[in-house]
């Protein structure tokens, strides 16, 4: 297994731009979901899926859009790249959507830049 | 949800155990203990989590105290790749949502 990969690893993009991160797993995973880091505030959740064809917001949810049309695949938005965008994003699988007994396997991380 | 306390900082001499405590004093009695850690700038990797009985796996040992209210990761035999910050969480969030502290630097010297 892969587990969990993300792509591209590095991205520059200027203000304005729109682009998608990808998120891809193969462990057959029902939730998935997008977190960025900045430094000092820890990560934090942008959105979420508990399955195919459901997604919803997380804590940070403004200027990015999620889809989530087959159990593999999780790709992250950007509408239209600002500054305060520049962050690492990660990318996150768990067998299902319970907090109980289901621990979140990460990817890799994409860095992005937005100047 | 429960919070967290770590200490910010810890070392750890090369072969020797590492002991991360934790205290999540607010924890309820559904909510799990995880314990996640991130080297360098890589994404977080789990290593273990528990509700209420010790734990252990081919990583680490999870020790939980019997009022839940505190937790310890043992690292039995710390190497240099062992290096990280290493996050103690408490979750019940029904969005399955992660929430990671400032979590343990630990350095583990030769």
């Known amino acids: 297994n892969a587990g969990v990969t993300q792509t591209p690893k590095f991205q520059v993009l200027k203000t304005g731009q729109s682009m998608t991160l990808q998120c891809a797993q193969d462990?057959?995973?029902?939730?998935m979901s997008w977190y960025r880091q900045d430094p000092g505030m820890g990560l934090r959740l942008i959105h979420y899926s508990v399955g195919a064809g459901i997604t919803d917001q997380g804590e940070v949810p403004n200027g990015y859009n999620v889809s989530r049309s087959t159990t593999e695949d999780f790709p992250l938005r950007l509408l239209s790249a600002a500054p305060s965008q520049t962050s690492v994003y990660f990318c996150?699988?768990?067998?299902?959507?319970?907090?109980?007994?289901?621990?979140?396997?990460f990817g890799n991380g994409t860095r992005l830049t937005v100047t | 949800d429960a919070k967290t306390t770590q200490p910010p900082s810890m070392d750890c001499a090369e072969g020797r155990a590492a002991n991360l405590p934790c205290n999540h004093s607010?924890?309820?009695?559904?909510?799990?203990v995880y314990w996640y850690r991130q080297i360098h700038s890589q994404g977080p990797q789990y290593i273990i989590h528990?509700?209420?009985n010790n734990e252990t796996n081919e990583m680490a040992s999870l020790i939980i105290t019997e009022d839940r209210k505190s937790s310890t990761l043992i690292l039995p035999h710390a190497t240099l790749r062992d290096t990280a910050v290493y996050y103690c969480i408490v979750r019940v969030a029904r969005n399955n949502d992660m929430r990671f502290g400032a979590g343990t630097r630990l350095t583990v010297k030769p």
């Open positions: 528990g509700l209420k």
């Open positions: 462990m057959n995973h029902e939730y």
């Open positions: 607010t924890i309820s009695g559904n909510e799990y």
């Open positions: 996150a699988s768990s067998r299902d959507g319970s907090p109980y007994n289901s621990p979140l396997h």
